[in-house]
């Protein structure tokens, strides 16, 4: 798959997305962690033109001025939409992704349909034990299978700044209190998606944004954690690719030799 | 001490030895077969009756060892015909069977019963596998997939979708859920070092429901018990099931005899069909890789030509006076702790009237002094935890 990295300007400044593929527009937002090429994203640009937007202070890339919440960098990403995929695309978020795509969905409800919300990050509820960032505990939590992890591509300076951009923009608590009372004004056809060996989102956030989100379909991975993307590529990618493409009709077994389409 | 009848319901209108795997059926005669139902349900629905806590079914296909390919459609039709005792299914098969269609029929079992059903998560002896054209190395693999799979079905409050390595469903939400909350209680085996583990994590009752060595068992309690404490918890005796052939008569020499002309049968006729599957899978596949799942032939072959005192000896069988009885649990118990006791009461072509009978003399003279074995201690904490890790 060959990956470009391009920059466009928008009204608060530059943002940097990697873009990939031909086809209908697909805006994949990345988790804390900053973006990573998985088999689920090569699978999806097989299919759609991928555009992955860069959280300003992620990666490497400068932080906007006045950009310090999650609402706001959804704000930016309607202005992306509107500028790279004629103002609606596909949406998928993983963790972080799926914070920003949920208030995407919610305050820019034209530029989204439908939306993937993979283990969403911002629904840990706060009475829940505060979530851990040490390296040793994170690396048991976020993986079932840490061997499956790709070698690290990005420098040291790099991983330091995108633990800046965390503190920066307040993802440490992972939970968000106005955006957990405005769920339920998502409108367009949701896929929630949970590992089930995901401790970093409770299965009870997942169940509330199941109950809560009108138009949703929550699916368990087996045997993952909270970096599903990692742990299952072949069926996540899979199920993405069938939810997008065959929307509500994802439910049906189309038989073996019927492509979705 | 909590008691618990099983009963395989074997076809018995055959007499060949050493017949190969799958036995034809040309052998069957239909009202043979019609005639051992009727005798057979009325077995165990007279063990409510006689006093056994739980009434149990087990699941094995395509052998006359037993007539109960889906052993959900007896406890059906026990549960119509009793009030009180538990429906234990000792099986289903998990990597056989679709676990949905698990989770969903024994939710019916639990509502139609009123929250009676113990639910028995069981992966099957090896010639199943041959029976469902399952690969054998998958076993561990689906079952594992599938107790998830089937708690979530009880269990999750909102509709879900599935995608595993084996099973996959995109819209799941059971009619009827299970009637005990958060769900019944598990039974899983615990003949191998790695079952023991599992069902462990999984708070189930433990089975070990064919002993063969005292020793043995005890070790596989341990591995229970260490698993339990590592996770949090004590298991008292009320995690451990002890499964025995079982014969009582007025005489010792009666029940003996009994027993051994049962037991001859059992092996040579009932399960001589089972075995040579059993060798194929095991010496093929990766089945039996992780431990020694499955008892080793020979020691079907020693179990056959034991004497039955020396069986008693080494725990693999209940057998004698209701008093002599009494002195082998309460041996038993000394020596494993456990709290529930599963009673194959027909071996083998045992004459059904000789059933009938020993499970009076186990009401009239065995489980009233019994009873307080194990019952003062449960564990810390019997109900099961929430099936993710969360």
Redesign the interface.
Known sequence: MKLETKTIRLSQGEVRYHTAGDGPPLLYLHPAAGFRLSGPIERLANRFRLIAPIVPGFDGTERLPGLDTIPGIANLYAELIAELADGACDVVGQSLGAWIGAWLAIDHPETVEPLVLASPAGFRPPDAPPLSFEPEVMLKQLYAYPDKRPPETKSAEQLAGNRDAVKHYRIGAAWDGELNRRIGEIRCLTLIVHG????RV???AV?KL??DIPHA???????AAHSIEID?PE??G??YEDFLLRGEA???NPGSGTEAS | MRFSQSHHMPYTGIDEAGLGWPISNSRFDAQTATDLFRTYIDAKIYAEECGFDEIGCNEHHMSPFGMMPNPNLIAASITERTSTAGIFQCGNLLPLINPLRIAEEYAMLDVMSGGRLIAGLMRGIPHEYVAYNIAPDESWGRMR?AV??IL?AWT??????????F?QF??VSIWPKPVQTPHPPLVMSGGSPTSAKFAAEHRAVMGILRVTDLGQARQLIDIYKEQARADGWEAGPDRFMIGLPTAVAETFDEAKQVLHGGTQYFFDVLQGGINRALQLVVQTTKYNADDRNIRPLDKDEQMKLMPVEERIEHGQVLCGTPDMVVDQIRHLYAELGHGHMNLIIKVGNMPDDFVRRSMELLRDGVFGEVRSLGAASASSAPEPA?P???
């Open positions: 089930t060996k995901d401790v409770p299965v009870e169940r199941r109950h379909h929550l699916v368990f991975v087996y045997d299952q069926r996540v899979a199920l994802f439910i049906v | 997939e998830e799979l979530k999750e409050p909102e509709p879900f979708g599935w995608e595993g390595e099973y995109r819209a929430e993710t890790a969360i």
